[in-house]
């Protein structure tokens, strides 16, 4: 259809007071341009008109016919219809396929009435622009683009920017000047351009040095921003560096200054050809000018004549009277109290106290004033308290904590004529000390649920416990002498239950709520043989018992897998009992609920189960501990109800046996352990271990190996005396290749002569190479061997024995080496170890040959005497002999001699 045809005529004349996106009509191409995403949330243009309804029916319907101006035969109709009492014609154009960048469209509208339809309206014009064009430029003869070696201009100094378009369609430029000292966030600004796709010219002057940074967009008829374009510079530092360790800025502070003493500030100039430094602090406080040295620096000592923040203006004189940029600044002067005591210690237990030392820092102090700042978010008042200071304008404050979210304590010094110092901030932090409260039992309704509860406060005389924010449940406790107490509640209802509890002291300061909460079921218990909660089973028939804990239980409704619930009637006693047979393997889920006489539900228990086929699983944790000749083997058996036996057979070597009837059997039966007995010492067993169901399947296998080992046992010596030590030395290798086994422990045991009985004398962890050393002080002739048993790698094995046979030891003393004939002389000693009751010999040495000459027998004490009365003169030798036992070997004392003249 052209844009000449159409129905006709209607009683309604054609529509006037024509607007474009709330623009005049514009009868002439192109019209205004217009970026659809800026004019509206539907991101379209909106045509409008109005018309006069007199004599119009009630059905209306606006046509409106948008159109290409190069392509006028291919309209676009868009309908819309008319409200019964309006008298406006609108339609949104929603379709962006219908509105290209870049087309000027006409429009025009006409009222539809039934068959007829009103004249045309005029036709206006608009075009669409939807993008905004590439960057402008930026130059600046004062400011051009740069890094921090091109810094030009200073803080004061204006600059010139120009501002080029690079589309023809340019009408002004939004843009923002960013720096990196000032905090602020800078507003943008709008300036024309000096024509249509012209350029622009704005005046800035900077008021802080460094790196800055001008953002602009050009802005185009239709609003469209380009891209953004960046023009960064740096601007030159012409003020002066500051720094005082005495007041330094950043909200610091140094203690050892305050008012009246005077702090260095030393002046750094960083321009060039400074001649001095003009200063002043704040715009009453002190000033002064001081010469710049050779070095490009001042010192100027400065006394603050007051306490708190000020600031300190600084700027450079030039040789040529250029006065510069002021640097400020900000340091605080800080008159504040000192505060010691308590005050490093950690969070402050609700109920506790501390104590807090005041001391002053400015002059005349005659008393503190402090407040507590709350981390809360309401807005709190301030209420000062004040503490009256001592002659020596000191003060001591015992604070006591009563509440909880305080966020520190303020402290400030008055003086006598008023003046208040600068608050001293103090951490403070409370610990509300809410009680720990524990809980067993009480899962199911009616049942009593047990709870303890402690606190962090001190000196607690009482708990307040509330049951379900019940006040008739309120209960008031006292603590047992660990400072605990112990209480229960039963509950009374199913589903979220919660006890409340805070403790106090005798001051009535209250601790935070501690609560415990937990849900408390009314369900049924359900219990079954075949099918345990959680476990893994068969796939095999079984049952489950049903028991109520709702009151007057007449049934059950059950449900497996969310299918829909089945009823089963309940016995007289309340129970049920469900016999089931899973239809397949896999996961299953029980859900149960009881119903009682009057049709009340409970909650629903859930009992999950898993069914599986095929074979069952195997052991797990399956150990083996060898001993000599055994190995002692255990393991875990898996969670089935249907075990028929557990199957453990050996072989000899790594390789464990092939099936549970392969090898040689070593145990058939239903039990967690098993010795093995009659292995062979030094041959490296396997074992393997099968389940078998009561269907016959039976699991793969698990298998663990114990290496065969050997053991050997030597000695540094096959005789020793009595108090003598004997090194016994041992070997721990495997069987196979020889090699020494490090690490496992070996036991040295010995044996008495004449006995059976071997004693562990001690045990030894192996070296590096198998080998282990023992010093031992025997008091009888032993045998010794070494034993490896109790390894989790190896077969236990135990040496042959080493005979060691200890020598008794004889002592001998003469009471007189000479004397004349007719004398005598006695010959004492003792025997090691003790042999009271046994004979011991003296006997003369006569021509190198011993015999022997009397006896004795041992006393009590294991000691003897001999009395000799020689009938000759000359030289006489004696020793006393012990003759060999089962315990010790023959002993004999050393040779005795004396002179009868």
């Known amino acids: 259809m052209g844009l000449t045809g159409g129905p006709a005529a209607a009683a309604v004349g054609a529509p006037t007071d024509l607007k474009t996106a709330n623009q005049p009509c514009a009868t002439a191409a192109p019209g205004p341009y217009l970026s659809p995403v800026r004019l509206n949330d539907a991101q379209a243009v909106v045509l409008r008109g109005t018309f006069d309804r007199a004599g119009a029916g009630a059905a209306l319907q606006a046509d409106f016919q948008v159109w290409d101006v190069a392509d006028p035969e291919h309209p676009q109709q868009w309908l819309r219809n008319v409200g019964d009492q309006s008298d406006e014609v609108y339609v949104q154009l929603e379709d962006n396929a219908k509105q290209l960048d870049g087309v000027t469209y006409a429009w025009r509208v006409r009222v539809l009435d039934g068959a007829g339809a009103s004249s045309w309206s005029s036709t206006c014009h608009f075009t669409i622009d939807r993008t905004g064009g590439p960057a402008p430029t930026v130059s600046s003869a004062e400011y051009p683009a740069g890094s921090w070696d091109d810094a030009s201009g200073a803080i004061g100094v204006p600059g010139v920017f120009t501002l080029t378009a690079a589309s023809e369609d340019t009408v002004s430029y939004d843009y923002r000047f960013l720096s990196s000292e000032l905090s602020d966030n800078p507003t943008e600004s709008t300036v024309d351009a000096d024509g ?9 002057t900077p008021r802080a040095a460094s790196s800055h940074s001008l953002v602009v967009y050009a802005v185009d008829r239709a609003g469209n921003r380009s891209q953004a374009a960046y023009h960064d510079f740096h601007v030159k530092e012409t003020r002066p560096a500051v720094f005082s360790a005495a007041y330094p800025d950043l909200g610091r502070s140094n203690l050892d200054y305050n008012v009246g003493i005077p702090g260095a500030f030393e002046l750094t100039a960083t321009v060039a050809d400074t001649a001095s430094f003009e200063w002043r602090i704040d715009e009453d406080g002190p000033s002064g000018t001081v010469p710049v040295g050779a070095d490009r620096k001042a010192t100027v000592m400065i006394a603050p004549a007051r306490g708190g923040r000020q600031t300190l203006y600084v700027h450079s004189v030039t040789r040529d009277g250029t006065v510069h940029a ?23 237990i609700i109920g506790s106290s501390r104590t807090l030392h005041f001391a002053p820092r400015a002059p005349q102090v005659e008393a503190y004033l402090y407040w507590l700042r709350y981390s809360s978010i309401e807005e709190r008042p301030v209420e000062k308290t004040v503490v009256p200071a001592r002659a020596d304008g000191t003060a001591d404050l015992t604070w006591t904590a009563t509440e909880t979210g305080v966020d520190g304590m303020l ?45 962090r406060m001190t000196n607690v005389v009482d708990f307040v416990a509330t049951f379900n924010s019940d006040a008739a449940t309120t209960r008031v406790l006292k603590p047992s002498a660990d400072g605990s107490v112990t209480f229960g509640f039963t509950p009374t209802r199913h589903d979220h239950n919660y006890v409340h509890v805070v403790a106090r002291n005798a001051a009535g300061v209250q601790t935070e709520n501690g609560v415990v909460a937990w849900s408390a079921t009314n369900g049924p218990q359900v219990s079954s043989a075949e099918f345990p909660a959680n476990g893994t089973v068969r796939l095999a028939p079984g049952t489950f018992t049903f028991t109520p804990r709702l009151p007057d239980t007449t049934a059950y409704e059950y449900s497996v897998n969310y299918a829909p619930y089945t009823t089963l009637p309940a016995r007289a006693d309340g129970t049920a009992t469900l016999s089931w047979t899973p239809p397949a393997t896999g996961q299953f889920l029980l859900n149960v609920r009881s119903v009682s006489a009057g049709g009340t539900r409970s909650m629903s228990t859930r009992h999950g189960v898993t069914v599986v086929a095929g074979p069952p699983p195997a052991v797990t944790n399956l150990k083996a501990t060898g001993g000599v000749g055994s190995a002692a083997l255990s393991w875990t058996l898996p969670s089935i109800t249907d075990l028929d036996q557990v199957i453990v057979r050996r072989s000899t070597g790594t390789t464990p046996p092939s099936s549970p009837t392969s090898g040689t059997a070593v145990y058939e039966g239903t039990g967690g352990s098993v010795t093995a007995s009659g292995l062979a010492s030094g041959t490296t067993y396997t074992f393997g271990v099968w389940v078998r169901d009561r269907g016959g399947n ?46 496992v422990p070996v036991r040295l045991y010995g ?27 025997p008091s009888w002739s032993l045998d010794y061997k070494w034993v490896l048993r109790d390894s989790s790698t190896h077969l236990g094995s135990e040496s042959g024995a080493r005979a060691v046979g200890v020598r008794a030891d004889v002592t001998a003393t003469v009471s007189r080496t000479s004397f004349a004939l007719g004398g005598s002389v006695t010959m004492s000693g003792s025997v090691s170890p003790a042999h009271a009751g046994q004979r011991v010999y003296l006997q003369q040495n006569v021509n190198g040959v011993w015999s022997t000459v009397a006896s004795a027998t041992l006393s009590s004490t294991s000691s003897y005497v001999f009395t000799v009365t020689p009938s000759t003169r000359g030289t006489h030798t004696y020793r006393v002999y012990r003759p060999a036992d089962t315990d010790n070997l023959a002993g004999q004392s050393d040779s005795r001699s004396f002179e009868v003249t």
């Open 196 to 204: 249509l796709g012209g350029s622009a010219t704005i005046r800035w």
């Open 326 to 348: 002021d640097r400020a600044y900000t340091f605080v002067v800080d008159n504040g109290p000192t505060v010691t005591g308590d005050a490093g210690q950690g969070e402050t």
């Open 411 to 455: 402290i400030q010094s008055r003086s006598a004529d008023g003046t208040l110092s600068e608050p001293r901030y103090q951490w403070i932090r409370v610990d509300g000390a809410a009680p720990t409260v524990t809980r067993t039992g009480g899962d199911a309704v009616g049942t009593p649920a047990t709870f303890r509860a402690t606190t």
């Open 698 to 743: 039976v699991s793969a296998a698990a298998s663990v190996t114990l290496v065969g080992s050997r053991t050997t046992v030597s000695a540094n010596a096959t005789e020793i005396t009595y108090w003598s030590m004997v090194t016994v030395f041992g070997t721990v290798v495997r069987a196979g290749d020889g090699a020494g086994i490090p690490d």
């Open 751 to 777: 044996r008495r002569k004449g006995t059976d009985v071997w004693t562990l004398i001690t045990t030894l962890t192996t070296s590096s190479n198998g080998g282990v050393t023992y010093n031992h002080k």
